[in-house]
């Protein structure tokens, strides 16, 4: 898995934190929580704003 996959990250995300709430889950925490996805295979150097937004948005989404 990779930041461009959006969606799939989302899914993941939903199952692994569902108490969260994704509209308020800052970049530090949403960076830290898809790079502990078990077979996520970049590192930060690779991810960027807009790469956090979609992966926001693709959640609240999911969520919704």
Request: aromatic share 8%.
């Amino acid at each position: 898995m990779k930041w461009t996959d959006s969606l799939d990250i989302a899914i993941e995300l939903a199952e692994r934190h569902p108490d969260a709430d994704p509209t308020r889950v800052n970049f530090v925490d949403l960076m830290r929580w898809v790079m502990e996805i078990p077979g996520f295979e970049e590192d930060e150097h690779h991810c960027g704003e807009k790469k956090l937004e979609a992966i926001q948005q693709a959640w609240i989404d999911e969520v919704e």
